[in-house]
């Protein structure tokens, strides 16, 4: 676990940067009105997704956490490139996966040592991607959000989560502080965060109980009240604040006549991750026009925003053959 002096070592030299205006501080104040957010969000209408994080170096779609943290070893990670591409893809938001199903934060956490300290091959396990993706982005003037995955009930990954297997076994895992506290760091020592995209939240297990999400959800709108909350997948508005269609995986998109604000998630490449031998780039399998006039169009016409996923390569970029596609995509748009 982080020591005590750091930590307050960090939260002293916080303060005085937030009572000195060089860092933001989030908007808690606004009074959340639902209807107004939902309206906003799908005025963005176009997003990207990106996934990026230990799954690109393991080369899987599901990270376990038993990595060698010194496999993250990217040479050229460059969160403006990203941010440029999806500019001239005319997108207005970007969401990146900050906490996949292996545990792995790209943030420096308090709550557990499975976090960026541990990738030493990038800057020296002094690096913090959240803070570099959060300001690429809105230099560009787009929104930011940021995935983060519930931790699994499989073993494989209790321990990747601060929660002992031991817990697990005796049905006392407590998923609920744990997950409480790092959204409290995350929404608190990053400026505004637009969205945060939450995967694997209707599990009964995993050390959650039934009730924890709405806990979880109230709590995140407690800290930010703009900040938009997708359950991955979930269509009850009173589960999410946004309806979810993970495409293609769920097989399904909201039907013609949709009224319900909704987000249709969809892949670029073949994987979610640049899953490929290390060295090589994922190219894209669909093309421009099927991402605008096949989707993008007919989604915004079904009250859904459409969030393209494209998969940084292993040196931390967008390999040029994505690019190529979401510059001809920005042009198709004009």
Known sequence: MKKIRIIAKLFTFVSLLVCTGVVAQPDNNNERNLDELQSEFLSWKFGMFLHYNMGTY??????????????????????????????AAKMKYAILTIKHTGGWCLWNSSYTDHDIEMFTNYKGGEGDIVKEFTEAFRSKGLKVGLYYCFPLHDPRWAEYNTLPIENYEKGTADALSFIKKQFKELLTNYG???????????????????GDWLLIKDYIHS????????????????????????????KTLPPEGNTVPSEVCDKLQGGWFS??????????????????????????ARHSTYLLNCAPNSKGLLPESVVRILEEVGELLK
């Not at 990270?63 to 070893?73: A, Y």
């Open 192 to 210: 505004n965060i637009d969205i945060l995209w939450v995967d694997q939240f209707s599990s009964l297990n995993g050390g959650m109980k039934k």
């Open 58 to 87: 393991a080369g899987v779609e599901w990270s376990d956490g038993k990595e060698d943290p010194l496999i993250f070893n990217p040479t050229n990670l460059d969160c403006e490139q990203w941010a440029d591409a999806a500019a």
């Open 223 to 250: 800290l930010q009240p703009g900040c938009i909350v997708i359950g991955n997948n979930a269509k009850s508005l009173s589960m999410t604040d946004i309806a979810g269609y993970e495409y293609p995986w769920s």
């Open 275 to 300: 899953s490929v031998p290390l060295g090589e780039d994922s190219d894209p399998i669909i093309n421009a026009d099927y991402i605008v006039n096949k989707m993008l169009i007919p989604m915004n």
